[in-house]
């Protein structure tokens, strides 16, 4: 920092910019990826539904997927609500 | 019952999607439950201005389709919890939008949030004039600039002619002029039209005027809605705007150039 800052009267913040680059490289690569590959999430998650279903009742509505992107590694998670031992029952299941 | 407001201008890129994820996010700051939808499908750009790229899972086109729950294609903001953000789809182009499906979305979000923003693409086709059909209000954003204030003149006939309300014959879409980018020092050398001009031209409720400011890119660049930055001037416009959105009385502010302090003359330095 030069002795100039001291007088902008502004705390010195970190540069955006390489945010911003390595925000788009991630975003990117990601993206460029999905152009030449059909988008394999939703057929992914009703197959994974389809078979825990097989074996409980669950809500379908019930199903939560999150994904975190990164550089080196995503994150995929796929939460499904199950219902307690006592509601394992298909009155459960018809709910929406 | 939920508002449903669209942010639209006919000209690209004068700053519809900044005030979109400045409005939702201020909206949600103040304690509202809000959805913000980007209608941009094929060009989406506010999961980036919102910070939220990374988790994208599915998008409007997935929920139209079928192919996935409208909960599940919503992402919840991790900063403001009253706020989500609905994606539009990157890959499909926009006739994977139709006017049932994105009625039933607007429907289901209506039951549990107070706004539905509606982010507008550029131009008066499909999407745009999908993102404005279901609108209550509608915010219309204008650059001080011919062309902008000339297409913003066009989007007003549209919403009259062809959203919902119209068609219904029901009461009109309530506008408001948000002007943006606007730069008192240019217009004060006479370079760029005047506030009291594009109202005289316009003749909508004035809801606010954003300032040009560095700290806009800044927000891009870091995928932080502006109205976080307290210290922007444009973040700090918003913030008022949205007060006088909620029918609160505030003044408009940084409409004369800023007085700069003798430091910052010297050493130069923009708007915050
Ligand atoms: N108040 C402002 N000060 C400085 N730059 C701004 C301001 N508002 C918007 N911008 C810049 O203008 C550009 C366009 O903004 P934005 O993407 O929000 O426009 P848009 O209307 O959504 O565009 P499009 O029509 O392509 O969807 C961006 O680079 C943004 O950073
Ligand atoms: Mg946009």
Sequence with gaps: ?96 | MAEVIVVTSGKGGVGKTTSSAAFATGLAQRGKKVVVIDFDVGLRNLDLIMGVERRVVFDIVNVIQGEARLNQALIRDKRVDTLSILPASQTRDKDALTKEGVGQIIEELAKDNDYILCDSPAGIEKGALLALYFADQAIVVTNPEVSSVRDSDRILGVLQSKSKRAEDKKDPVKEHLLVTRYDPARVEKGEMLKLDDIREILAIPLLGVIPESESVLRASNTGTPVVMDAESVAGQAYKDAVGRFLGEKVEHRFLEPQKKGIFSRLFGGRAA
């Design chain 1, 1 to 96: 920092m030069s002795w100039l800052d001291f007088f902008k009267a502004r705390k010195p913040e970190p540069a955006s910019a390489s945010q911003a680059k390595e925000r788009l490289q991630i975003v990117l690569a990601h993206e460029r990826i999905g152009r030449t590959r059909e988008d394999f999430l939703p057929k992914l998650q009703q197959e994974i539904v389809a078979v825990v279903a097989r074996y409980v009742a669950i809500d379908p509505g019930r199903v939560n997927v999150s994904l975190d992107r990164g550089g080196d590694m995503s994150t995929l998670a796929i939460e499904i609500e199950m219902p307690g031992p006592q509601q394992n029952r298909p009155r459960h299941a018809a709910a929406s």
